[in-house]
């Protein structure tokens, strides 16, 4: 819910203040990390906006597409990190479910095995980490996931959200498209990737 609000927020503040830079490429790339490190987060939202905001000609397109790379890479990176300095230990730490998460733990070692590729393509970072993928595997699919995503999002965001402003105006209700069409790109993704991790893990 607090993703879905903040999405609304930032489309909101960009379509308003469309004379503005709206947001910018600090933004993008602080988002984007925060997304890719942990839980999926702001940078969908971020980088759907800036896109938007670069197709007004408030901000480039390139590079807002590089930041939101350098950023998903890096956050990939920590959240990789993070997973298997701690994740796996605090998940087969003794406790309430201990087997039923051994064995899921397990699972998720024979699926990051034989799939790996996929497997980070699927799952947030920290669950690569947990599942201790070779960084030989893991840095690249990491890095050309992370530029797929912002070539996607970001030139999506370009060539669409404009187009989409203009035929809503027509009919009053330009926002609200834009709102509507930012939050179903958004929580599909998220969607995605949560229905992923919990699968994966």
């Known amino acids: 819910m607090a993703l879905r609000l903040s999405t609304v927020a ?12 709206g947001i910018d490429y600090v933004g993008v790339l ?27 000609h408030h901000l480039g397109i390139g590079p807002i597409v590089a930041v939101a790379w350098v950023g998903a890479t890096v956050g990939g990176m920590l ?5 298997m300095r701690g994740g796996r230990s605090l998940v087969t730490a003794p406790g309430p479910l201990r087997h039923a998460r051994l064995a899921l733990t397990a699972r998720g070692d024979r699926f990051y095995a034989r799939y790996g590729v996929v497997a980070v393509l699927l799952t947030p970072s920290w669950v690569a980490g947990i ?17 797929v995503w912002a070539l996607g999002i970001g030139f999506a965001a370009y060539w669409i959200g404009p187009s989409i402003t203009a035929i809503a105006a027509d009919v009053g209700v ?5 709102v509507g069409a930012a939050v179903a790109i958004v929580a599909a993704i998220v ?4 229905r992923a991790s919990h699968g994966g893990a």
């Open 131 to 147: 599942h201790n993928m070779h960084w030989s595997r893991y840095v690249p699919v990491n890095a050309v996931s992370a530029l």
């Open 79 to 83: 959240g990789w990190i993070v997973g």
């Open 30 to 56: 602080l988002a984007s990390g925060a997304s890719w490190a942990g839980p999926p987060g702001p940078g969908e939202a971020a980088l759907i906006a800036a896109g938007i905001a670069a197709a007004h």
């Open 10 to 21: 930032v489309v909101l503040h960009l379509h308003v203040h469309v004379r503005g830079p």
């Open 191 to 194: 969607l995605l990737r949560r």
């Open 174 to 178: 330009g926002k609200w498209l834009i």
